[in-house]
Each structure stands twice: as C-alpha cells, then as structure tokens.
C-alpha cells in the first residue's frame, strides 16, 4: 500500500501513560490501581472500589464514608433531564442515557465552570478540586437515569434515591420499589466492581477523544456511553442472553458454536477480546456468581444451562482454541440478571451505571497532560479532478 503501515482498529497502540488499571493478556489477570481484581471483588464494596479508581489509593474509613455521603447528594437529577428520559421512555435506554448525560451536563454549574476554565488554560488546585466533583456527580447520577428510564418504560412512577442505601442497593431500590434481595444485591455489586475500569477500550479511548478537545466532562461520558452501546463492546452481554434464549436448549450448543465457525457466519457473543488470549478473570468470577444464583432460584428458561453447553464446546474447539477465543465477561453476566427480572436492554445500561468511574478517572488523568488527538489518515482517492458544472455531467 502507498500508506505505510495502518494499525487497523488501534490495535496495541499506545494512546498514554496509565496508572488507572492494567490487563496482563496472556495471564488473564487484571488490576486496579495495583489490586487483583480477585481480591477487590472477594473483599471490596463498589463505593471503595470507585474511590480507589479515581484517587488512586484505598480510602480509609473516614475518607470512605465521605466519599459515599458526597455520592448520596448527587444522585437526584435536574427536571429537564428527567422530562427528556420519559419522552424517551419507548427507545432503547442506551440512547437515553447517552441523551440524559449530556443534558445533565448542561445543567450542572460546575462542569460548566470547569469547561470555561479549560478552555482559557486553567488546571491548577482548584479546577482540580471541581474536576473530581464533576466526576463524582456522574458516578453517582448513572444509576437514576437507568433506572428512571427503565420505570418510565414500564409506564410506571419514577422512585427517588434513598440515602440509607448503598449504590447497588440503592439502584436496586430505584428499579423495583422494595428493598433489594440480598443475593441480587451482592450481584449488581459483583458486577459494578468487575467492570469499573478496563483500561482503554472503544468507550474509554471515545472519552479521551472528546475530553481532548476541552469539551467538557458529561459530554465525554455521554461519547463514552454511545460507544459502549455498540454490540462489539457493551452491548455483547444482552445479545448474549437473547442468544441463549433463542437457542433453548444445551443440546443446540454443538450445532451454534459449529456455525459460529464458519467464514461470515454469526459470531457467537460474549466470546474473544482484543486483549485477553486467556480466560478474561472477570469472566470466571461472574460464571461463579451466576451458578450460585441459579443455584438458589433455579434456571427455568436453561440459560445457564445452554452458556454452560456452548462454552464447553468453545473450549474444545480447534477454531476457537486455535485462535485464543475464551468467554469474555459479557457471557455470563446477563444471566444472573435476567433471573433477577432486569429486562435485557438494561444489561449494558448497568455496564455504564459502572464503567463511568473508570471513564471519568481516564478522563481526569489525560488532563494532567493534555493533548488534543489528531491522527491522520492515508488518503488513497484521485486529485485535482476538473469541476464540471451540474448541467454537464
Ligand atoms: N465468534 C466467532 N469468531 C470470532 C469471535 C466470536 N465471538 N471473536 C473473534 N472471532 C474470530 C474472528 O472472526 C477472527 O477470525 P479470522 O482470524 O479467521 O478472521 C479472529 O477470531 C480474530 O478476531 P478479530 O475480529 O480480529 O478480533 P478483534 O480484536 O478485532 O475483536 C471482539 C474483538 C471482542 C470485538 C470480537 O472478539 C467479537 O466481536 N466478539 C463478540 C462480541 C463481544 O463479546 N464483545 C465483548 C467484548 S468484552 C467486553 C467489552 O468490551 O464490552
């Protein structure tokens, strides 16, 4: 080719530096801020997993509990935001959580005091402190705008936030109306810490782009948002368990891994990843969590039962071993989910209820040493061509 070398989907480019979270690929072993992901799910609360993404370090008790109280204050959302989730209420939530971001951030004073700072070059202690703020706001916002959108789509009254729960309770508390199951709870909980932060993925690297140019923060994560719904990326865990419901039955696993193999044939969701060639970590703590559930409430539509077939048969597979294919996350975390009567359009809407931490800590870090991204691209089309008047062609 007359380009050089093009790295087709960014493939092991490096964009910067990053002490956020780190993915050893060929281990199957992911970090946060240093943590095994293992121990941070085994011991960890998602307020204290969110802490030490975005301020580097475990909080001590103290530092915990405020940081949760400032996160309880900022869970309600202004009333033009909360209009445009319901005249949204029939269209998939990804698109109004991608639309209800933005507005928020149109509302809140700060990130627009943030963003005329920036804009004239100002990022000193005290934009910094506004800065986490923003960021905190968004985190603690996220789940009300799912789960707003998700009452509003059922044709029923929103539920307000209550102080006296915990984030995953909480967003529970806000979908349902009663007091969280506690094996739910520790589910959604499970599922925020495992997926709080994944180094730059499609969303991630998206926020970066827009937080370059000095936009601002809530349109960042809204960019963000848009681009994990995209079934490549955030999307996979609800074309996952519609997968399973389709098929039905463990007994079909042989036949669609068969077809999955096949040049242009379906690809199967939830399985390979850009930078796992190992089984994702993620993946094994979620499988764990999903049998326990099924465990205790039964797997009546045999969801678990059909992923547990088909990934028996991906592991034995030459295509798939061939090609260092393993389930990611998103294959099982629908599962438990579903059982849990959270409607599937809601499984990637709860992707970002957790992933927002994770973007906005990337965000924060990049503006410690901004620069706006600009690459090229190989232009390969004729020059100089003659205009010719619309008459004459
Ligand atoms: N089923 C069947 N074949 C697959 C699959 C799959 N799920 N994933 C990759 N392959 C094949 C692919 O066809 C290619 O084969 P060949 O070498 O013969 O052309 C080979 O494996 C390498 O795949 P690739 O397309 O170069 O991989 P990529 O790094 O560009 O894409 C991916 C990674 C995750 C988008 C892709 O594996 C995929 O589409 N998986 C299904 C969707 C999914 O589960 N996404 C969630 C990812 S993890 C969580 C998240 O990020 O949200």
């Given at each position: 080719?007359?380009?050089?070398?093009?790295?087709?989907?960014?493939?092991?480019?490096?964009i910067?530096?990053?002490?956020?979270?780190?993915?050893?690929?060929?281990?199957?072993?992911?970090?946060?801020?240093?943590?095994?992901?293992?121990?941070?799910?085994?011991?960890?609360?998602?307020?204290?997993?969110?802490?030490?993404?975005?301020?580097g370090?475990?909080?001590?008790?103290?530092?915990?509990?405020?940081?949760?109280?400032?996160?309880?204050?900022?869970?309600?959302?202004?009333?033009a935001?909360?209009?445009?989730?319901?005249?949204?209420?029939k269209?998939?939530?990804?698109?109004?959580?991608?639309?209800?971001?933005?507005?928020?951030?149109?509302?809140?004073?700060?990130n627009?005091?943030?963003a005329?700072a920036?804009?004239?070059?100002?990022?000193?202690?005290?934009?910094?402190?506004?800065?986490?703020?923003?960021?905190?706001?968004?985190?603690?916002?996220?789940?009300?705008?799912?789960?707003y959108?998700?009452?509003f789509?059922?044709?029923l009254?929103?539920?307000r936030?209550?102080?006296d729960?915990?984030?995953?309770?909480?967003?529970?508390y806000?979908?349902f109306?009663?007091?969280?199951?506690?094996?739910?709870?520790?589910?959604?909980e499970?599922?925020?810490?495992?997926?709080?932060?994944?180094?730059?993925?499609?969303?991630?690297?998206?926020?970066?782009?827009?937080?370059?140019?000095?936009?601002?923060?809530?349109?960042?994560?809204?960019?963000?948002?848009?681009?994990?719904?995209?079934?490549?990326?955030?999307?996979?865990?609800?074309?996952?368990?519609?997968?399973y419901l389709?098929?039905?039955?463990?007994?079909?696993?042989?036949?669609?891994?068969?077809?999955?193999?096949?040049?242009?044939?379906?690809?199967?969701?939830?399985v390979?990843h850009?930078?796992?060639?190992?089984?994702?970590?993620r993946?094994?703590?979620?499988?764990?969590?999903?049998?326990?559930?099924?465990?205790?409430?039964?797997?009546?539509?045999?969801?678990?039962?059909?992923?547990?077939?088909?990934?028996q048969?991906?592991?034995?597979?030459?295509?798939?071993?061939q090609?260092?294919?393993?389930?990611?996350?998103?294959?099982?975390?629908?599962?438990?989910?579903?059982?849990?009567?959270?409607?599937?359009?809601?499984?990637?809407?709860?992707?970002?209820?957790?992933?927002?931490?994770?973007?906005?800590?990337?965000?924060?870090?990049?503006?410690?040493?901004?620069?706006?991204?600009?690459?090229?691209?190989?232009?390969?089309?004729?020059?100089?061509?003659?205009?010719?008047?619309?008459?004459?062609r």
């Amino acid at each position: 080719s007359p380009c050089g070398p093009i790295i087709h989907g960014l493939e092991d480019v490096l964009i910067k530096s990053t002490s956020i979270s780190d993915i050893d690929g060929e281990k199957g072993i992911l970090w946060y801020r240093g943590y095994r992901i293992e121990d941070l799910a085994r011991h960890s609360t998602y307020e204290e997993v969110a802490y030490l993404i975005l301020y580097g370090k475990l909080p001590n008790k103290k530092e915990l509990e405020d940081f949760t109280n400032r996160l309880k204050t900022y869970r309600d959302l202004n009333s033009a935001t909360i209009e445009i989730i319901k005249n949204l209420s029939k269209a998939h939530p990804m698109f109004a959580i991608e639309s209800a971001v933005a507005a928020e951030g149109a509302f809140d004073e700060d990130n627009l005091k943030l963003a005329e700072a920036l804009k004239v070059g100002r990022y000193k202690a005290e934009e910094k402190e506004l800065a986490y703020r923003v960021a905190e706001k968004l985190i603690a916002k996220m789940p009300t705008i799912v789960a707003y959108h998700y009452r509003f789509s059922r044709g029923l009254d929103i539920i307000r936030p209550r102080r006296d729960l915990s984030h995953a309770a909480n967003f529970l508390y806000m979908m349902f109306g009663k007091d969280p199951d506690p094996l739910a709870t520790k589910g959604i909980e499970l599922y925020l810490i495992l997926h709080a932060d994944h180094e730059v993925p499609a969303s991630t690297f998206t926020a970066h782009v827009v937080a370059s140019t000095l936009s601002d923060m809530y349109s960042a994560v809204a960019a963000a948002v848009a681009a994990l719904k995209g079934p490549l990326h955030g999307g996979a865990n609800e074309m996952a368990v519609r997968g399973y419901l389709e098929i039905g039955d463990p007994s079909k696993a042989k036949e669609v891994v068969e077809a999955a193999t096949k040049p242009g044939g379906p690809k199967l969701m939830g399985v390979g990843h850009r930078v796992y060639k190992a089984y994702d970590p993620r993946a094994k703590i979620f499988k764990e969590f999903s049998r326990e559930y099924v465990t205790k409430f039964g797997d009546p539509k045999k969801i678990f039962a059909v992923a547990s077939a088909i990934e028996q048969e991906i592991l034995n597979h030459p295509y798939f071993q061939q090609r260092r294919l393993f389930p990611n996350v998103d294959f099982w975390s629908g599962i438990a989910f579903y059982y849990m009567g959270i409607p599937y359009e809601y499984f990637t809407p709860i992707f970002a209820v957790s992933r927002v931490v994770g973007w906005v800590a990337h965000i924060l870090e990049y503006w410690e040493n901004n620069r706006i991204f600009r690459p090229r691209a190989c232009y390969v089309g004729p020059h100089d061509l003659q205009y010719i008047p619309i008459e004459q062609r």
